[in-house]
């Protein structure tokens, strides 16, 4: 049998683990083979790329080995996780390989720690190593390769036979074609098309358009002049660093521990903003171990599920959120009287089991005596501004908004009153899913969770690292960066580009970064493999009804979600052929995430799912 993985980066490599599994069960001779125009480690996590580019989960929470926590039928190989890499062969593995920023990788490692963000390219090395690993555990009937190839397209030849084109125009067949194809490349929207045309056809412009951080020509971007980025989420924080840090600018810290910037004087002078004017809220200082999870009350499948039983088999998506503002509520206030430093007037144990038996938690603690300003007020927190907005120097609330930021995520993710309740999301993804994958929703109520829980689950638990909210404030400070109102919008002028926010102000600039990626879409995809596919109805995306008649469409590509087969556009399933990963987004929920140990990780149980398929 031959088995084609399209992509080499974590959910492929974990796969790949499993498939070896699988396949010492048999005596089929099987060949299996990854294509990836990137090294092995994929496009993200690329050993090469720039070491500023951190990630956004800390070492001991990150594996690309099948754990015990996942149920499996065939035993395979059991390794280190990332940080366990690193503190044992990782330095001796660095050494013996020809890798650009080995010294750098070597400092990464002589200061790690289990709660320590390293960079991408770190990753990019375990995952390196993983995979030459995987040799030692070859079935004597598997022979496994990578080729540093893009593949183009995927053609069905017959039942469970495909041939696989490459770039190079040669071809390779295959009965399995699994595909695990990250972040693709998407179309500019008409705007952004505008803002590439203009700037080709005046001289002095620059534009950069959305796309991968490591891969954006920051370079074109001229030293000391205003230059306008567009967003403020996870890639924002990765052009500021390469702006700065990456320009001879470094951080250093005051006597009080304060971060502050010390500029190269090749800085440009940086104006970014966004929609809501917020950056995502700092992760909270990881006070757990690597499969250590909040334990919900509230917020559970039994929950969701008995409410599905008493309403018709559905379940509104005001129950779905109340139920985790419930939750979230309920770890905020144990968090806040848990604080030995503050005195209450009643007895915490009582407290607690009155919240567990309240319909409105914060009514229930301001009956018990607590002061507003230790309420969960979700208004301000999403609105910190509220309604004096117009009448603030946006600059200076920024700072304090950012510093209340910090100091809360630094009494960590356990124990901080907001980001101890914020982190709290990231654990019970599994009941969002199980929510999500049941049947529960109509059209409208899904609409609603793309609409208002995606954005709000964005801003509140998927943020980067404290560090990058300290380099972020100290920006500020130093006149370097400029963040402003909500409500940007940028034109292009016979001058240049002009910002303008909110409250009216206004910014000109010759230069405009989008400092963020494309949703995405499969429509809009201009990744070769992805559009012929789509271009041959092989893959489909989903379209939902409204009561008010009305349709809207999601953009990722549709796959039993059980074995993660391909649906075509005729709601057929194309047996052999297999994607999942982040074009699937819409489709399926929140795929942006590395594996974690212990958990009975998603990613690590699809790869358990797809390899039971494949040799059923």
Known sequence: ???????????????????????????????????????????????????????????????????????????????????????????????????????????????????????????GVYAQWFYENLGNYRPKNVQFAYLRKAVIDVQQTAPHMFKVLLEDGSTVDAEQVVMALGNADEANTNEEQRFADFTAQHTGLTYVPAGHPAEARLDTVPDNEPVILRGLGLNFFDYIAKLTVGRGGHFARDRAGELYYVPSGKEPKMIAGSRKGLPMHARGLNQKKDAESHRPIFFTAGNIDRFARENNGKVTYDFFFNLIEKEMNYKHYQNVISDFGLTWPFNAAEFLEALRHSANLNATAREWGVPDEYIMNWDRILNPLGESAEAVDYNEFMVKYLTWDINDALKGNVDAPYAGAFDMLRDVRPVIRHYLDAGYLDGDEYAQFLAKFNPFNSIISVGPPILRIEQMRALIKAGILTITGPGIKVVATEEGFVATDAFGHEWHAQNLVEARLHSISLAESINPLIANLRDRDIFSDQSYQKADGSTYTVGGIRMNKATLTVVNKADKEVAGLYIWGVPTEGWSWFTTFAPRPGVRDKNLVDAEHIAETIFE
């Not at 959910?11 to 990137?38: G, K, M, V, Y």
């Not at 690329?46 to 956004?56: A, E, G, R, S």
């Open 1 to 123: 049998m031959n088995i084609v993985l399209v992509g080499a980066g974590p959910r492929n490599l974990s796969l790949l683990e499993r498939l070896l599994a699988h396949a010492q069960r048999t005596d089929e001779e099987t060949t299996i083979t990854l294509f990836d125009p990137f090294p092995i480690g994929g496009r993200v996590w690329n050993p090469d790329q720039d070491p500023t580019f951190l990630m956004n989960t800390v070492t001991q929470q990150l594996t690309l080995f099948t754990d015990p926590s996942v149920a499996k039928s065939a035993t395979g190989v059991f390794g280190p996780t990332f940080y366990e890499w690193a503190i044992t062969v990782g330095p001796e593995f660095i050494q013996s390989h020809n890798f650009k920023n080995a010294a750098i990788f070597l400092d990464e490692i002589a200061r790690i720690n289990p709660n320590r963000f390293t960079s991408r390219a770190l990753f």
